[in-house]
């Protein structure tokens, strides 16, 4: 188990923040996981628990305890579940499914972080979220040291939302997550761009390698590679309004892009929004907005937490008044 003090979170945020926080706890068993649940104090508040930290904003040095499992192990347990430490990473889990024909996660190919995230945050891509994989998730209790098996509806999932974000919040390790994957290969296609990229390639039908490869390609397209520009993904989420707002905006704006949730609820993207408030490739100080994806914060190159905010800030307040519309971070802002 590493215990460190004073340590410096850089490593450990895919926005660049160099942020340290005062102590730095990482378990690579679930036994050394209910080791470092037993040794943490009042002192140690508050908690951080950490995964790959790609979804972090750090706004200032971290006044408390970073908890980060290194439990990496995958394990196929029958022919359609796989059972992975909450350290692994979630994309070398995606490589494992697609070259064992286990299928339908193709479409979460190559988003950055771990599997113990997977679960918290119900990370989704293309038409697919993590909880349409997930069968159960052990965890250790902090208040306790037990070992707690969630199954998959007991926590309450839903677009980047779970029971973890909430009343669950920094109550418990994640140490495992058991996947359920299928034998039969039903590709999920009909988001965004996914058939013409694939139509672009004279593919029609793909295998699940070509469907993985192409996820793949789109999303280089688009995201910037945190080693090369430092950012957390989407920055926000994108909101979910009434049929009755969005027919008001549609009157207004006739190719605005939808998804429609149910008869009475639309989600429209932020990063549209964002891009008809005139911020895509716009930048304030050293925080900018990615021109090739507006819902995509990024560091220029030193920024510090607090010019991120700033600039969420500023975005935000733009939103609300051209569309009436509140948008909020999807990152974890600490
Ligand atoms: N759009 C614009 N301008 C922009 C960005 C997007 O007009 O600058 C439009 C696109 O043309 C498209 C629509 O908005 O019509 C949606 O864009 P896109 O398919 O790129 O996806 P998104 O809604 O911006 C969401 C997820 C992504 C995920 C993609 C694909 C959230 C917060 N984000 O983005 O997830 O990869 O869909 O499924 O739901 C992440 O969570 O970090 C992430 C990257």
Known sequence: ?????????????????????????????????????????????????????????LTDDYKGTVLHSGINYLKQIDEERVKCGSGYDWDRFIDYCVTHQLYGAENLSIIPGEVGASAVQNIGAYGVEAK????????????????????????????????????????????SVTYRLSKNYAPKLDYGNIRSALAAKGIENPTATELRKTI??????????????????????NPIVSKAKYDELAAQYANMPHYTIDTDHEKIPAGWMIEQCGWKGKSLGNAGVYE???????????????DIVRLCEAVQKDVKEKFGIEIYPEVNVR
């Open 132 to 175: 349409d994989l997930i069968e159960e998730i052990e965890a250790v209790e902090i208040a306790t040291g037990n070992i707690r098996v969630f199954r998959n509806e007991e926590c309450e999932y839903s677009y980047r939302q779970s029971k973890f974000k909430k009343e669950w919040r920094d109550r418990y390790l994640i140490t």
């Open 1 to 57: 188990m590493k215990d460190l003090k004073d340590y410096s979170l850089l490593k450990h945020n895919t926005f660049g923040i160099d942020a340290k926080c005062r102590r730095f706890i990482e378990y690579t068993s679930v036994e050394e996981a209910r080791q470092a649940a037993a040794m943490l104090t009042d002192e140690d508040r508050p908690l951080l628990i950490l995964g790959g930290g790609s979804n972090l904003l």
């Open 292 to 306: 090739k994806q507006a819902l995509v914060l990024v560091n220029l190159g030193g920024a510090s937490g607090s």
């Open 216 to 237: 793949i390609e789109i999303r280089n397209a688009k995201l910037p590679d945190p080693k090369e520009l430092g950012n957390a993904g989407s920055f926000f989420m």
